[in-house]
């Protein structure tokens, strides 16, 4: 999720007065400027990084926080010198200076820059209309129940929700500074108990005796200090409850999402961790040694991984690992597993780095027996949050050889997750999804969407009457009541209110809003 946990932080640049012409003068004189257009320089420099993003993508005043920031990446800032405000040492700035994102000295020349930004100011609109829905969203879940938990944190910062087996409950945390818990509802959703610990929670699994908790230090916002862990914790005397035990994976890079599964076939449970950091970070495998200890495998170097999946893509009988990576160059790789713990990287699908991308899960839509790739996109919290068309949720087809085509795509504004599963029990997969950054004003009732599968990739979507009444953030899938039928879990985070609160939603969500609800399957 890059949900609250994956918002890129606000970069305030201090311009330094007293910056000395001569050094100005060396600043561009190393680098000499060419012949070519804005355009050609856009494409020679922007997309070494990323996609190409075209102006007319953007408003004006958009590419305005924009183009200084892409700027900073090539050593070209306003006040002639590189300032030290780009290194916060709170959020690991020496990492980030030491690994050279922002260069001491330019790697064009001003001439040049000037050509970009004038290419994207004179091509970018004044404004970009918002997406208008062809239809209404329906209202009412033919097959879902709403159940709301009596017991709440308030304001809610819920960055984790699992539903537990056996009727066991639900399991959720809650991330706001020192409170850090991790809290157990009983199936009426009442509290059973909670556990406060030093880190947030934001991921949750549990094997046999163990529960092993993916959590971040010093809270959930962007960071490039190492200062996540999985954690192992053993069930207590009671059985009813878990203690510390050990920490299993300490010193990861802001792990916002981490899968399980033996990928070098030792009989092991070996851990991918997606490290997003923020301008530093990676992606990578931990091999498990049987004894308690894991051994990092680095897979990818750059930041931005979002989420995983591990499964045998080209029934090798080898588990290969699908990514989905964020923060600049987005897309979806897949790592084919070559045997002996190396892995093949292959990319799959590439996005703009508008796309905000934020999730991806397996299924075969189909029934040609491959799968296809849901991918979810729609973080909106960066410097351009204006709602944009190519927000939502796609399905990409698999031609069988793991070549895959987009062939439908639902608009969401702000998607953050979805998950596949047959929830009306009638032989296909459905799509539940939610949204962080949905149009308040007009369409409230994109907190949520059910997307009910009628076949050849046509779908019916609705959503629920109380669906605003939380900032939708995490969701968990799972047969709550154990009757068969598969049930949702939502969790909401009021952090960040939406822009301007005209519709007072807000307000409600901080004084009454509810940690997490349910929708329960009805189906059985």
Request: proline fraction near 6%; glycine fraction near 8%; charged fraction near 25%.
């Amino acid at each position: 999720m890059r949900q609250i946990l994956l918002f890129p932080l606000f970069v305030f640049l201090l311009i330094s007065c007293n910056t000395k012409k001569q050094n100005q003068d060396k600043e561009f004189k190393d680098v000499p400027a060419t012949n070519l257009s804005g355009k050609e320089l856009a494409i020679a420099h922007c997309s070494r990084c990323h996609a190409l993003v075209s102006p007319e993508l953007l408003p004006k005043n958009s590419w305005q926080k924009v183009l200084p920031a892409m700027g900073n990446r090539m050593g070209i800032y306003s006040g002639g010198a590189r300032p030290d405000s780009l290194f916060d040492p709170r959020t690991g700035g020496e990492i980030v200076r030491a690994a050279g994102i922002y260069p001491e000295n330019p790697v064009l020349a001003r001439e040049d820059w000037k050509k970009i930004e004038q290419y994207y100011m004179d091509n970018a609109p004044d404004s970009v209309p918002a997406p208008v829905r062809k239809h209404p969203i329906r209202i009412g879940l033919k097959h879902f129940k709403y159940r709301q938990a009596s017991f709440s944190h308030r304001p809610s910062l819920t960055t984790m929700v699992k539903i537990l087996p056996d009727k066991r409950g639900i399991a959720f945390s809650d991330g706001k500074s020192r409170r850090n818990v991790l809290t157990f509802l009983t199936p009426d959703l009442r509290e059973n108990y909670s556990v406060r610990l030093g880190a947030t929670p934001i991921g949750f699994y549990e094997k046999s005796n163990e529960l092993y908790l993916t959590a971040i230090e010093n809270g959930v916002f962007p960071t490039d200090n190492a200062s996540g862990a999985v954690y192992r914790l053993t069930k207590n005397s009671s059985g009813q409850g878990y203690q510390a035990s050990a920490t299993a994976i300490p010193n990861l890079r802001r792990p916002v999402f981490v899968a399980y599964g033996d990928l070098n076939k030792d009989g092991h449970e070996d851990v991918v961790a997606c490290e997003f950091g923020n301008e530093t970070g990676q992606l990578a495998w931990y091999e498990n040694n049987g004894r308690g200890d894991y051994q990092k495998r680095i897979l990818n170097e750059k930041p931005g991984a979002i989420s995983a999946v591990i499964k045998d893509a080209n029934r090798d009988g080898l588990l290969d690992v699908y990514v989905l990576m964020a923060q600049g160059d987005e897309g979806v790789f897949l790592y084919e597993n070559q045997g002996s713990g190396r892995f093949k990287e292959r990319r799959l699908l590439t996005f703009l780095p508008l796309n905000g991308s934020q999730h991806i899960e397996l299924a075969d839509f189909n029934k040609d027996g491959f799968d296809d790739i849901v991918y979810v996109c729609g973080d909106n919290a960066d410097k351009t949050p204006i709602l944009k068309n190519y927000h939502g949720i796609y399905i990409f087809l698999n031609d069988g050889r793991n070549n895959f085509k987009q062939s439908y795509f639902y608009q969401l504004n702000g998607a953050y997750k979805a998950i596949v599963r047959d929830y009306d029990l009638d032989g296909d997969p459905d799509i539940a999804a939610i949204s962080f950054f949905p149009d308040y004003l007009r369409y409230p009732e994109e907190s949520f969407i059910y997307l009910e599968n009628k076949g050849k990739l046509r779908f019916e979507d609705y959503s629920f009457p109380q669906s605003s009444k939380g900032r939708w953030i995490v969701m968990d899938a799972g047969d709550m009541d154990a009757d068969g039928d598969t049930d949702l879990v939502l969790g909401s985070f009021v952090y960040f209110l939406p822009m301007g609160d005209t519709t007072g939603l807000g307000k409600k969500w901080l004084s009454e809003g509810p940690s997490v609800i349910v929708l329960e399957n009805t189906v059985r």
